[in-house]
């Protein structure tokens, strides 16, 4: 994915007041290995890419890269503190999908979809998981 684009979409989420309001935090990062360096966090993640060229490539050089994006929500449900329920981790991901879906919310891509989501019980952090792929695409130009 262009890091621009990933970075773009990052401090999106990272900047939401409703989203940090959720967290309690900017708690917003791409993903280092398989669990996040904190609870409550939401991480992002390159899922895979494909390009197709467009119509007139050999003279305009554009083509449509279209990204998988995976958002992990990870919630400790052994603190007192929310977020702490699954209902709390069901609020982020709503808020995430209101960010992601509004129009022209992130510059230069279109199309976002959903593809999956699912939530998960994980006993390696002592909370819930859910983790969510989108698709989406943009232009790119290779001039």
Known sequence: ?????????????????????????????RAHGVQPAHIPSVTLLENNESSKL??????HRNRDNSPTLQVDIWIDTNQEDPPCTGEDADLIAEQIDEILFAPGAVTG??????????TQNDSDIGGIHI????SFAYVVNDS
């Open 54 to 59: 467009r119509a007139g490539y050999n003279i």
């Open 131 to 134: 983790a969510r792929r989108y």
């Open 109 to 118: 891509t279109y199309g976002w979809t959903r593809n999956s989501s699912t």
């Open 1 to 29: 994915m262009n890091p621009t684009v990933f970075s773009s979409v990052l401090d999106l989420l990272r900047e939401n007041a409703d989203l940090q309001a959720l967290l309690g935090g900017p708690y917003v990062y």
